[in-house]
């Protein structure tokens, strides 16, 4: 199995070698394309596709059809993003029918934006209003900062907390850490009950941006024309030396992550706290089914003594990819699928959505308490954590190749050769060339 | 158009050959103690190697998703039938029973392209041995070519020239490359000119049966091991076909049965459930590939056979 996987991802690694030399001769024109087009809507019953890889979204999209039948919407699902929708995507749009929508992760749209593949859907109607509908930071992920535009409507975001084992801590009388520092403290704390803290996901690279995004990191900058990369930035090194102190002293687990060992490791008490994102409450709940009611959420962990900043990890966004028809119906429905209550809440039942809408809020499967986690009222935690994440966060537009070589890099690292800074500062000169390769524009 | 006697000559090369092997079997038994243990531990160790992962699939195919990784892998929980039943039909009723579908899908791919994809190619096969034609190597070379030529590097050219004419996202998106199989023409031919003898097309022309009628009453029969040899193969590619799927279809109630566990396999992060679900699809898409393969193997071993002893 592991091999065919090998197989295909290099397949894609080559296909999508050739998908962007053949898209960069026409980079130009999205260059002078900032301002939005005119916006105008269709005569007559519409029929829009939507690609998406949210299970039970063909249920919520049962419900717009209900409710507007100018305007029908299929939903195709398809493996999620980075398994080969996104490749997908950028295969038909140059084949020229890609579908109307498509789901598009944060850390994919800037991709998505420098190869021209989405429509500005700013000059839509009720686009550029419903901003503060949105939850700040998502907002900055679609606009990317550029006036007058918006290419993507926020769906879900991954708000990071520390769930941990409130059980385990008491009875060892281990305080809960609030700051890194005590984190680390408790670490070898914990190493003496003889577990670990946690577990450091070398192959979650986004897991390690989502930390430096909470120490105010910046991996990349865009000023309109160059794109400045800066996975070496002090906030991002401070990130790697901690974690590195943690690994070289045997004080974090590294399996890989969400695999069966590591779902066994959480379920037989090997781990004390995991720092994740509010959708990781279920996955723990299904991996670790043994240790129902004694896991608690706190905020995570802070660089400052009384600080409240936290991180996000994962979130997508629905987008109006180029060469639909129908841009104006496309956006509606977006804005439908992402701000109604109803269809949020039934998202979140089906898909298990975190909503980026700041309505998510008065959801009902959200006010209660959570059985697993003791009753506690979790998602308030989340909430917090989502109005504390940095707005200001990029990503660059070679995520996958950057993931890649950050993610060499840590294995490396844990295997003993090399640093996670090191694997910073290689990623960051590979990152660069990759850039360099497709002809966008870097600043050094 | 006639039929060439260069088959005799090779018969009676391919003949000594055969001598030789069955020389070489009768010192067999002959053979010490030491080298047939040698070579009964590394069939033991391959046979091991291959089947431990189909046992975990069938033993873990029988757990709840949090037995998964709370008990022993490679054994059965006090539970099994019950939870294997349960699964089954979780599997089946999940979205309206999708996997069905998608089971039904990778039959009629697989089943049709290859049924269809065996006739051209032994068609194509014997023609290139039994006819003498100007550009006839060339012919040959050329398809011969594209057994070299990976069907994950074709996916992509292969996706923009359909929806040039709009026919992405359809059945014949995936079925219609299937029906070609170049390794199939190349067996096709090396097996039509060993075992379909020249004076046997030449007697039934003599008897008035055309060329059609021949091929298919006449030589097809002689072909049949080679026939059968393909169509396996082309079933087994085609059912394991991933990445044309992946790139053609986008909606899901066409894909095979291997893009669709993938798409699953894809969202376990988010659906846990999907877990178990995974597990057991595969265990269950591989069943009609044991099947297909234990009702012809039967035909293979005795056209092998049958070449044998002449």
């Avoid at chain 2, 391959?46 to 709370?70: A, D, M, N, Q, V």
């Amino acid at each position: 199995m592991r091999a065919h996987y090998g197989k295909v991802t290099a397949a894609f690694a080559m296909i999508s070698a050739l998908a962007l030399s053949g898209c960069s001769a026409g980079g130009d024109s999205s260059e002078a394309g900032a301002e939005a087009a005119p916006c105008e809507t269709s005569d007559g019953p519409v029929e829009l596709s939507f690609t998406t890889w949210v299970p039970g979204m063909d249920q919520v999209v049962e419900l717009w059809n209900e409710q507007n039948e100018d305007i029908q919407v299929t939903v195709q699902t398809g493996p999620n993003g980075n398994s080969g929708t996104y490749q997908n995507f950028f295969n038909q749009i140059q084949a020229g029918n890609a579908p109307d929508l498509g789901q598009i992760e944060y850390d994919a749209l800037p991709n998505f934006r420098v190869q021209d593949g989405l429509e500005n859907i700013a000059g839509c109607e009720g686009i550029t209003d419903a901003q503060d509908q949105f939850v700040d930071w998502t907002w900055g992920q679609v606009t990317f900062g550029e006036e007058g535009s918006v290419y993507a409507v926020p769906q879900d975001s991954g708000p990071m907390a520390m769930y941990y084992r409130a059980d385990l801590f008491e009875a060892a009388g281990i305080d809960v850490p609030t700051t890194w520092e005590e984190y680390a403290t408790a670490a070898e704390q914990i190493k003496a009950e003889g577990s670990y803290i946690t577990n450091f996901p070398k192959t979650d690279v986004n897991w390690f941006a989502g930390m430096v995004w909470q120490n105010g990191g910046q991996w990349f900058a865009n000023d309109g024309e160059n794109w400045d990369v800066n996975l070496t930035s002090p906030e991002s090194e401070e990130v790697a030396a901690y974690w590195q102190d943690l690994l070289s002293e045997d004080l974090v687990s590294t399996l890989p992550s969400f695999s069966d060992e590591w779902n066994a490791s959480f379920n037989e008490g090997d781990q004390w706290t995991w720092v994740s994102a509010v959708w990781g409450a279920t996955t723990l709940a299904d991996g670790a089914p043994d240790t129902a009611g004694k896991w608690a959420v706190a905020p995570m962990p802070q660089w400052e003594d009384g600080g409240q900043t936290a991180g996000n990890w994962g979130g997508s966004s629905t987008a109006v990819l180029k060469g639909s028809e129908h841009p104006a119906e496309a956006a509606k429905f977006a804005l439908w699928l992402n701000t109604d209550p109803e269809a949020l809440a039934l998202a979140n039942e089906l898909g298990g959505l975190y909503p980026a809408a700041e309505s998510a809020t008065e959801l009902e499967a959200f006010a209660g308490g959570v059985e697993f986690y003791d009753g506690q009222k979790i998602y308030d935690v989340f909430a917090d954590a989502s109005a504390n994440v940095n707005p200001d966060f990029t990503w660059g537009p070679t995520m996958t190749q950057t993931y890649t070589d950050v993610s060499d890099g840590f294995g490396a690292a844990i295997g003993g050769s090399g640093t996670l800074m090191d694997a910073l500062e290689t990623g960051q000169q590979k990152t660069i060339d990759a850039l360099k390769a497709q002809s966008i524009p870097v600043s050094e | 158009m006639t039929a060439i006697p260069a088959t005799a000559r090779k018969r009676q090369r391919n003949g000594s050959s055969r001598a030789n092997f069955a020389d070489n079997r009768a010192r067999g038994p002959r053979q010490s103690i030491m080298s047939r243990s040698a070579a009964m531990i590394i069939m033991g160790v391959f046979t091991l190697y291959f089947l431990t992962p189909i046992w975990w699939l069938l033993t873990t195919s029988t757990k709840t998703g949090g037995e998964i990784t709370s008990t022993p892998p490679l054994w059965f929980t006090s539970n099994s039938l019950g939870t294997f039943l349960d699964n089954l039909g979780r599997l089946f009723a999940y979205g309206d029973g999708l996997f069905g579908r998608w089971l039904v899908n990778s039959a009629i791919y697989a089943g049709v392209g290859a049924l269809i994809g065996t006739v051209i190619a032994a068609m194509c096969g014997y023609a290139l041995a039994k006819y003498e034609f100007k550009g006839r190597e060339a012919v040959f070379n050329v398809v011969l070519s594209g057994v070299l030529v990976p069907a994950t590097a074709l996916a992509l050219p292969l996706f923009l020239i359909f929806s040039q004419v709009n026919l992405t996202n359809t059945m014949w998106a995936v079925f219609l490359p299937s029906l070609v199989s170049p390794f199939g023409v190349y067996l096709a031919r090396i097996y039509a000119a060993a075992s379909v003898p020249g004076e046997l097309l030449e007697a039934a022309r003599l008897d008035g049966s055309g060329e059609i009628r021949t091929f298919f009453t006449l030589s097809t029969r002689l072909m049949a091991p080679a026939l059968v040899t393909i169509f396996l193969f082309q079933f087994v590619a085609i059912w394991n076909n991933f990445f044309l799927p992946l790139i053609m279809l986008r909606d899901q109630a066409l894909f095979p049965v291997t893009l669709g566990l993938y798409a699953w396999n894809s969202q376990i992060s988010q659906i846990p459930e999907l877990r178990s679900l995974v597990i057991v699809g595969a265990l269950v898409s591989i069943v009609p590939l044991i099947i297909a393969f234990l009702a012809l193997q039967r035909f293979w071993s005795s056209g092998l056979g049958a070449g044998g002893v002449k």
